[in-house]
């Protein structure tokens, strides 16, 4: 069986393996303050080109998002997010557990723009009922989005534009930023990142660590006291080292680049010998996310295999479904994944 249902389901590079055992014995200083955090963050800026940036490390996803979400908000203040974003639907009301609202956007491909927030905003203060509604108090966007799909640096640039004209900081989920950054047609970078938001994440879990998120601030306000967030949020991890060991080798020598790639390639290679038989798909991914449209008929036999997601229901016959490649997928799995589509896809007929 090979699983191509997300991005995290094996372990670790075998080269952050043999550095955790090489350094296993080591005595270290606790909850992020050893000189293995402090390398991987000085990595973390150099690839920023910023000096500017403070660098903490959370160990997942949910526990990042809300964590920053909860320390930008005040209490009577929700966050703007497309109505398919994350932390819309898919971290169990973790924000609403803090005390905020997810005030969600309509979108069909992940994103949102500049203008929905504009009117969101404008839509709120220009209602005289306005201090009986929750007021939006920042943005939260995912680069990669929750459909494979990215912004340009042209969005983004408009994105940050809106959001410093209405005082809302920006905050980018970056889970599966390696794979944005390494898609075909990418045009935003780290250093772009840094220029353009008040807060984002690196993420570690999906791109080849075992576990782990990389917070990079440059909000001079929410820099002040994030350590306290951190620990209150229960995500200050007594072992921190493990946790700064893990990105020193992702970003030492280019490490993460390099995975990040792999996956985007097997991802296209897949996407275009789907094109060529002749499927069509739900969203336009460049990333290591593919979302063909597949007949109903062929799902099973695809499953004694392959596992994958099942995604949107399309029309009576047909299912939108989700193949995820990661940093640890390989060409021979792709090519077995490509040659079981095309025999399905003879006896199917459809």
Known sequence: MTRFECDYTQGAHPRILQRLLETNMEQTSGYGTDEYCERA????????GTEQADVHFLVGGTQTNTTVIAALLRPHQGVLSAETGHIAGHETGAIESTGHKVLTLPSDDGKITAEQVRRAYDAHWNDATHEHIVQPGMVYISQSTENGTIYSLAELEALSAVCRACGLPLFVDGARLGYALAAEGA???????ARLCDVFYIGG??????????VVILNEALKRDFRYMIKQRGGMLAKGRLLGIQFETL?????????????V???????RALAEMGFSFRYDSPTNQQFPILPDG???????????????KIDDSHTAVRFCTSWATTESEIDELI????????????
């Open 298 to 312: 062929m799902l099973d036999g695809l499953r004694e295999k392959h596992a994958f997601s099942t995604w949107e």
């Open 265 to 271: 390639e097997l991802a296209m290679k897949l996407h």
């Open 187 to 193: 045009d935003v970078t780290l250093p772009d990142l």
């Open 339 to 350: 040659g079981d589509l095309r025999r399905l896809r003879g006896l199917t007929g459809d």
């Open 251 to 263: 970003f030492e020598d280019g490490l993460y680049f390099e995975i990040s790639r792999s996956a």
């Open 205 to 214: 879990t999906k791109v080849g660590a075992l576990m782990g998120e990389a």
């Open 41 to 48: 963050r000085a990595h973390i800026r150099r690839e920023c």
